[in-house]
């Protein structure tokens, strides 16, 4: 049997570290995610924060999850699988997501995210409101959730793949948000 008490003093040590107030691993079908969502508000509702920093939070991690479901689905082997972490300090909500992903998906997905990141706050608006008049017909356009995402965090966010095989990779994304902007 490998000695895993290292690698679980690790993961203490970062939950500690970072005040996790939820962690969730395993599949991210829609009872687990009404079941988390709920849960989260509770813990948004017990941190003493502005409500609209609440809400603010919830919407992005609501995003944050959509997104975990969206990326894995397509990955038969890993499909509705992923992670997330919500986390608080005294200046910030921190949100970590992560699921495999398959390599295929990554060129699109990296182009809309590095689009985002790119824009001011007002294109950003602009982009938006074109998303909801139009039919988003092109699959190259950025997604709502990201550009959502995006304006709520005030675009701070990072991302990253990991290779997990020859046809799948992990995929990390994290935002911050600004508990006193």
Known sequence: MPDNTLSAYEVHKFMS?????????????H????????NV???LRNSATEIAIEQKVYCVLVECVEN???YSSGNQIHSGSGMFLLCKSDSKYTII??????????????????SV???SREEL????????????????SAGLGIIDIALKSGNQFQF????????????HFQTEIEINP
Not at 22 to 28: I, K, N, S, Y
Not at 97 to 114: A, F, R
Not at 160 to 171: G, K
């Open 117 to 119: 990141s790119k824009m």
């Open 160 to 171: 990253n793949f990991r290779p997990l095989t020859e046809t799948t990779s992990f995929y």
């Open 17 to 29: 570290e970072m005040d996790i107030l939820v962690a969730f691993t395993g599949h991210f079908d």
């Open 68 to 70: 975990v479901s969206k």
């Open 125 to 140: 608006k602009q982009l938006y409101r074109q998303q909801i008049m139009s039919e988003r017909e092109t699959e190259n």
């Open 41 to 43: 508000r509770g813990k």
């Open 97 to 114: 997501t992560g699921n495999p992903i398959l390599n295929s998906d990554i060129p699109i997905l990296k182009e809309k995210l590095e």
């Open 31 to 38: 009872q687990m995610i009404t079941i988390l969502m709920k």
